[in-house]
């Protein structure tokens, strides 16, 4: 696995435009160095080979989607009776775009 050290990690933090103190560097290899031996604890099991990867950890349920049912839609008079500029049978929208 790769090594990490303290200039590693300032060359990271300098190319994506930040810095951080010497002891926040510090905190930050101890962080690496407790994820590295997790990963290798948990590379380390013969069985983890046979496993799915997870995607999501939670389950969610939808049931408050509404069913989906088809229905009538407005005819293009109902929808645009109540714009306050319409033009040619469109509603006419302020210009966006210089």
Sequence with gaps: MKEYNKEILKDAANRLLFDMTDEQYDTLLNEFDIITKQMEIIGKDSLIDDLEPMVFPFEC???????????????????????????EGQIKLPKVVL
Excluded: G, H, M
């Design 61 to 87: 349920s939808t049931s408050y989607l509404r069913e989906d049912v088809p229905s009538t839609p407005l005819d293009k008079e109902d929808a645009i009776k109540n714009a306050q500029n319409k033009q």
